[in-house]
């Protein structure tokens, strides 16, 4: 079983529509994140939460919410979707407690607005 | 503020050709530093990963990196690709002290049999 999980894989969505993606992992790491990949703009930090109570926003939050339910899950909600915000979406995770490690990334999301 | 630098976008071999793909940051104290690849409709995994010690990095499946604190630079070189090389390539940055990871633009690397 992948140790980052994101639901779902693949969604086509209309515009105006609100739609949630979801992130859970098992790695039981504290920190989480959200990117979305571009072609040619490489991945773009949408938010990141370092605890359950501690949400912060990245380089291009507009138009994106998070929730961080648990330690375990942190999901991504487009309040009224648009064109442009189609995109991979990718959520990882990373540990504070060793102050040297890598993120890992879940599957990723291709989400598709028309 | 942290940034990152591929300026390769677009990189054509053939098999058994040595690769080079460039990488550089600015930030102004102690980074981290890592190679992400990603293979066609997969996530990202590591590659390799730079913290502290020998600048000369060795990482899965014959690749290695090295850091030049000078140049602020960061190379992902491999001396023989191979045809399932074939992938997305990015680098990434994270200063100590930091929030978070900052992602390079990406090098498409095409490997003709």
């Known amino acids: 079983d992948a140790d980052v999980t994101q639901t779902p894989r693949n969604r086509i969505t209309k515009t105006g529509k609100r739609i949630m993606l979801e992130c859970s992992q098992t790695k039981g790491h504290d920190r989480m994140y959200w990117y979305r990949q571009d072609p040619g703009l490489g991945l773009r930090l949408i938010y990141y939460s370092f605890d359950v109570k501690d949400i912060n926003k990245g380089e291009i939050s507009d138009g994106y919410s998070v929730s961080r339910q648990a330690q375990a899950k942190f999901s991504l909600s487009l309040e009224s979707a648009i064109p442009n915000q189609t995109a991979l979406y990718f959520c990882a995770t990373s540990s504070s407690r060793d102050g040297n490690t890598e993120a890992f990334f879940g599957q990723g999301t291709r989400l598709t607005v028309v | 503020a942290q940034s990152v630098s591929q300026h390769n976008h677009h990189v054509i071999l053939s098999e058994a050709a040595s690769l080079e793909l460039g990488c550089n940051y600015s930030?102004?104290?102690?980074?981290?530093l890592f190679w992400y690849v990603q293979y066609p409709g997969q996530h990202l995994q590591l590659l390799l990963k730079?913290?502290?010690?020998?600048?000369l990095v060795k990482g899965i499946k014959g690749f290695e990196a090295e850091f030049i604190k000078s140049k602020f630079s960061f190379n992902l070189r491999k001396p023989s690709v191979q045809w399932s090389d074939t992938a997305e390539y990015f680098c990434?940055?994270?200063?100590?002290?930091?929030?978070?990871?900052?992602f390079g633009t990406g090098t498409r690397l095409t490997v003709i049999p």
């Open positions: 730079y913290f502290s010690g020998d600048p």
């Open positions: 930030y102004g104290g102690t980074v981290n």
């Open positions: 990434a940055v994270m200063g100590t002290g930091a929030n978070n990871l900052f």
